[in-house]
């Protein structure tokens, strides 16, 4: 009986098999830090939203009215929504983030309130509220420094 060298068609299967976990696995890995990636396109334009506030603030000792507001713009990359909105009152300017990703939703708020021991320097805080479609979820893009709560602090005033 003569040696068989070479691969059986089992063995090549298993091989396959094997290449094709790894793939998949790799692709979903790149596609979450793609989406992450994208989203920090997101968090760049909140930075020149904050920091057109705090010029604002220190020029003139107070946050813009509505008029004279900062807007940011709204994004969709591959099945997300991103909506930015921003409103002011006298103490206090919030930079408002919805994002909607199938089933998922999590809103992120950033908020400045003015000094009142330093006219014109804004203290910015973050707050994360994230829901699956069974109830709380873990956030998935805000940054690490967001607190994550149940219930925003500020709503939005109509």
């Known amino acids: 009986m003569n040696k068989y060298s070479g691969l059986t068609l089992i ?17 979903l890995a790149y596609e979450k830090n793609l989406n992450r990636a994208r989203f920090s396109e997101v968090l760049s334009e909140i930075s020149s939203i904050k920091i057109d506030v705090n010029e604002f603030a220190a020029m003139h000792l ?21 909506f930015m909105s921003t ?15 199938n089933g998922f939703v999590e809103h992120i708020q950033f908020y400045g309130k003015l ?6 320097t804004i203290s910015w805080n ?4 994230s829901q699956t479609l069974g109830g ?23």
């Open 87 to 101: 409103w002011s009152s006298d103490d206090l300017y919030v930079i408002q983030i919805k994002i909607l990703d």
């Open 62 to 82: 107070r946050f813009p009215s509505m008029v004279e507001r900062f807007y940011g713009k709204d994004y969709k990359f591959y099945q997300r929504d991103i």
């Open 115 to 120: 000094s009142p021991l330093h006219p014109g």
């Open 11 to 27: 063995e090549l299967m298993l091989v396959l098999l094997v290449v094709g976990f790894v793939s998949i696995y790799s692709f």
């Open 136 to 158: 709380p979820g873990s956030a998935r893009f805000a940054p690490n420094s967001c607190v994550h709560q149940n219930v925003f602090v500020y709503e939005n005033k109509p």
């Open 126 to 129: 973050c707050l994360v509220e």
